[in-house]
Every structure is written in structure tokens, then in C-alpha cells.
């Protein structure tokens, strides 16, 4: 089966530009999640959705940060406008359902450099 | 913040064993263990996971000690292929993941 599919892979803006991030999750998977990994940390989880409505997004930056899933499929990450501190790589991440056994599958990421 | 601590890093020789430890000593009676690993440039990827049993898939083995404050994964026979950085996570409500900086394990020929 298709994986998870992120565009694009690679972003360079310079600080105070918008940027958009795209994914498209498994077919099937009801819950879709971005996070926000920093170089040399694990991933933080920014936002989660259970088909269009938002489940969690307590550690989503609400002043620079949205993100929607229109008809609960693909899903859509905006930063505006964006600093320095943002530079990441950005994960998308899919699973069936939100029980205890439900395993994630991840995205190649999209990696965001803010000048 | 992550409820693991895992050994920052660990070397491990091809063709060996590899044994990756886990300590999670606040884990309740509901929470799950569950191990992903992330090769460089990739996204994490789902190795296993378990709640009390020992568990073993064709990935890896799961050792959750009896008391649950402790796990290992074991690969059996790490190949260079296997050089990533494995988290260890325990699952909390609503499937949230909460990922720790995680082991490096460097697999040498």
C-alpha cells in the first residue's frame, strides 16, 4: 500500500515568509498528526486530527501556526509568518484509529530552513 | 516531556545481538510500551509494542520486565541497515506519542 506523502521535501524562506506544508495519509486512516522534529531531537507532536476535527493541538504555536484537514483526507501545515526558530523538519504521520493499538505511520518529512 | 530514559547512545557489532534498554518507572497499568526507530533523513518507523507479555515480531523482540518499570528491544541480528535512532515511548491517552531524544545505535562491521 501507499505510504504517507508529504510536499515538499525540502523549503528555504527567508524569516517573515508564509510557508505551506502538504500531506496525504494512508487510505483508510481516520487520524492524521503533524509534528515538529528539531536537529537533533526527537519529534514533537504539533496537532492532531480524527478525520476533519482537531483533536489535540496544545503544542501547536497558535499565533504563527494552522493547520486544517478539509473532508478528513489530506491535511495542510501554514506558517506565517515564519522565524528562525521554526527551522525543522516537519512529519506528517497517519493511523486507523486513536486506541492504545494503533501504530503511526510516518511521512519522509518536509525539512524547513528559515533564514 | 517523554516518561523513558534511554542510554544516549550504544555500539553494537554486525551480525550480533543488539539489546536496546528502556526504563519507564511511571508507567500506569494502562499504558502501553512502545518501541520506533528513525534512520537518518527518514521518518520514524513502528517497530513494536506491548502492554505486559514479551512480544516478538519479525522486526524484534520486546522484554517488558514483570514489574513494567523496564523493557529491552532486542534485535537479534543487527545488519549496518539497522543503525538509527530507537525511541522508546510509552503510549498515552488518545494514542499521543511523546518522543524522548531516543538511542543512537551505530551497527559496525
Known amino acids: 500500500e501507499a505510504g504517507v506523502a508529504q510536499s515538499p521535501r525540502y523549503k528555504i524562506i527567508e524569516k517573515r515568509q508564509s510557508v505551506a506544508f502538504w500531506c496525504n495519509p494512508i487510505s483508510g486512516h481516520a487520524t492524521l498528526y503533524w509534528y515538529q522534529q528539531i536537529l537533533g531531537q526527537g519529534p514533537k507532536l504539533l496537532i492532531q486530527f480524527q478525520n476533519n476535527g482537531v483533536v489535540d493541538d496544545s503544542q501547536l504555536p497558535k499565533d504563527r501556526f494552522s493547520a486544517e484537514r478539509l473532508k478528513g483526507v489530506d491535511s495542510t501545515l501554514k506558517i506565517q509568518p515564519a522565524k528562525l526558530e521554526d527551522s525543522a523538519v516537519y512529519l506528517c504521520?497517519?493511523?486507523?484509529?486513536?486506541?492504545?493499538?494503533?501504530?503511526?505511520?510516518f511521512g519522509p518529512g518536509t525539512r524547513l530552513t528559515v533564514l | 516531556d517523554a516518561k523513558t530514559t534511554q542510554p544516549p547512545s550504544m555500539d553494537c557489532a554486525e551480525g550480533r545481538a543488539a539489546n536496546l534498554p528502556c526504563n519507564h518507572s511511571?508507567?500506569?497499568?494502562?499504558?502501553?510500551v512502545y518501541w520506533y526507530r528513525q534512520i537518518h533523513s527518514q521518518g520514524p518507523q513502528y517497530i513494536i509494542h506491548?502492554?505486559?507479555n514479551n512480544e516478538t515480531n519479525e522486526m524484534a523482540s520486546l522484554i517488558i520486565t514483570e514489574d513494567r518499570k523496564s523493557s529491552t528491544l532486542i534485535l537479534p541480528h543487527a545488519t549496518l541497515r539497522d543503525t538509527a535512532v530507537y525511541y522508546c515511548?510509552?503510549?498515552?491517552?488518545?494514542?499521543?506519542?511523546?518522543f524522548g531524544a531516543g538511542t543512537i545505535l551505530r551497527v559496525k562491521s
Open positions: 506491548g502492554l505486559k
Open positions: 515511548i510509552v503510549m498515552e491517552y488518545g494514542n499521543k506519542l511523546v
Open positions: 504521520a497517519s493511523s486507523y484509529g486513536t486506541g492504545m493499538n494503533n501504530e503511526q505511520f
Open positions: 511511571t508507567i500506569s497499568g494502562n499504558e502501553y
